[in-house]
């Protein structure tokens, strides 16, 4: 179960910002931990459109 490609795409945009921008990165981090409840709330509609099984 799960969605080991959302989390794989996570790493790699983290990845990709720390090498690039650490500073923004390290920022956008911060407060995407804060706002984390909202943008559950935002992405929860989101994946209703995609589909479910990747298999």
């Known amino acids: 179960g799960g969605k080991p490609y959302l989390l794989i795409g996570l790493v790699l945009v983290l990845t990709v910002g720390f090498a690039t921008f650490p500073a923004i990165t390290g920022c956008l981090l911060a407060y995407g931990y804060v ?3 909202l943008l559950t709330q935002l992405v929860r509609p ?3 459109w995609l589909p479910t099984h990747a298999e």
């Open 35 to 37: 706002a984390l409840p």
């Open 46 to 48: 989101v994946t209703r």
